[in-house]
């Protein structure tokens, strides 16, 4: 008759398990742990895209409509409050004070945000007070002068990080050509 042994592991062989397992976590870590960041770079460029494909649709609705110069409230698309500038792209939704499309206000980039993008996005215009609490995106305007190829809208996306001089992800719209830059910027 044979005796059976019972055997388990030796102290060796479990620390060799215990230092594999520290080391795959190791590298497995930093992935995890950057997945809430990817998270919110996706979301950025998403609705950035969007935006950009309302552009392009508001544009195609105002050639449709007849596509010359400035028009007030295009029925085409949205609600039917959207002005464009005077080369057919959104502008804002109230632009009297716009000189017929060719005036750029900080109001309008929201007014356009508001009317292409249907989200539950927190906006606020840039300033200190923009920063913390729940606001998502920082928006303003550079240059008031459409005729100008340096007027457009910024949006930052600061949902990821509210602190003010933090590096987010950023559209430029140009409300004179309909061009959309998505790039990481800084406020300050």
Known sequence: MKI?????????????????LGILSVTALPKFLNMGQDAHDAKAKAIFASFSSAVSMYHGCWQVKGGNGYMQDLPCYGDGDLDSSTTGFPLGVDTSASSDGTQLQGGFCKETWNALIESDFVLAFHNDAAFGGNTDIVYWYASGDL???????????????????????????????GLTQVIRATLS
């Not at 059976?4 to 594999?20: A, D, M």
């Open 4 to 20: 059976k042994s019972n055997q388990g592991f030796t102290i060796i062989e479990l620390i060799i398990v215990i230092v594999i």
């Open 147 to 177: 005729t100008q190829p340096n007027a457009y809208c910024y949006y930052n996306y600061i949902s990821d990080n509210r602190q003010k001089g933090s590096e987010n992800w950023q559209l430029k719209y140009y409300p004179a050509t």
